[in-house]
């Protein structure tokens, strides 16, 4: 099992994930002209993909999926609160909806949804298996629930929200409502909650961390990196950045 980011932040979020004969793409916050660039500088093409996941209804995750499908005549998968809040939005209709408390798969991947705090109608993460490996994605989380905790063990991979760093959203430019948003309990995971939650996670099998959806009014690279480092005490180079416009290249489990 492999992954790789086409983009994450809050202007474009698009992960894609391959195993066997499958390949799937979690959220698609682009234009179809974009996320296929991006994709075509992953070496793939959209042609490859073998479904869309959505997480939640928001803009820069789902702004992108229904171009795409309909394009590609690709199947969307959503929860059901997911697809209603996104047909009301009129972001896309017809998802194949699942049980957000239940596995399912698709093809040679099988995934587990995970129920996650955030301002969205019926907002999941998933966590990916190939039966072998084991990678998670936790990202437009407010804040980590004995459920989160609980459902990352002994993952081989992490892709985990470092969203801001408390500090710079206090002094940044955003108002007063949004940084109450963004900074609130069904908001977005600051630097120091991420290092937190790392803390409480069993990560002796874990290789690969990317840290993802990092502000770019209200975080730095940086800042987010030695948060995770100096609690963990790891060597910088070992916590990689997914960046909004260069993505994360493939990384294999």
């Given amino acids: 099992m492999e992954f790789a980011m086409a983009g994450s932040g809050s202007r474009g979020n698009a992960t894609v994930i391959r ?14 002209t974009e996320i296929k660039r991006r994709l075509e500088r992953l070496e793939m093409s959209v042609d490859d993909l073998d479904a869309i996941l959505v997480t939640h209804e928001h803009g820069d995750h789902v702004s992108g999926v229904a171009r795409l499908a309909a394009r590609m005549r690709i199947p969307v998968y959503a929860s ?6 996104s047909a009301r939005r009129r972001h896309f209709d017809g998802a194949k909806t699942f049980d ?5 798969s698709i093809k ?20 990916f298996t190939d039966g072998a490996r084991y990678m998670a994605i936790m990202t437009d989380i407010g804040h980590a629930t004995s459920f989160v905790t609980e459902s990352l063990g002994k993952l081989d991979a992490l892709i985990l929200e470092s969203n801001h760093d408390a ?13 109450e948003r963004v900074g609130g309990a069904y908001g977005h995971l600051s630097n120091a909650q991420t290092a937190e939650l790392l803390c409480r996670l069993d990560l002796s099998k874990l290789h690969t961390l990317a840290l993802a959806h990092l502000s770019e009014k209200n975080n730095r690279r940086d800042l987010a990196r030695e948060s995770v480092v100096s609690a963990l005490d790891c060597p910088p180079d070992w916590v990689q950045i997914a960046g909004q416009d260069e993505g994360l290249p493939w990384h294999s489990l």
Avoid: N, W
């Fill in 80 to 85: 059901a609160g997911t697809a209603r809040a």
């Fill in 100 to 104: 957000s408390h239940a596995r399912f």
């Fill in 19 to 32: 195993a066997g004969d499958t390949t799937l793409m979690v959220d698609c916050g682009f234009s179809f």
């Fill in 167 to 179: 500090g710079m959203l206090a002094r940044g430019p955003y108002p007063p409502m949004l940084k």
């Fill in 108 to 127: 040679d991947i099988e995934i587990t949804p995970i129920i996650v705090p955030h301002d969205a109608a019926e907002p999941t993460q998933f966590l």
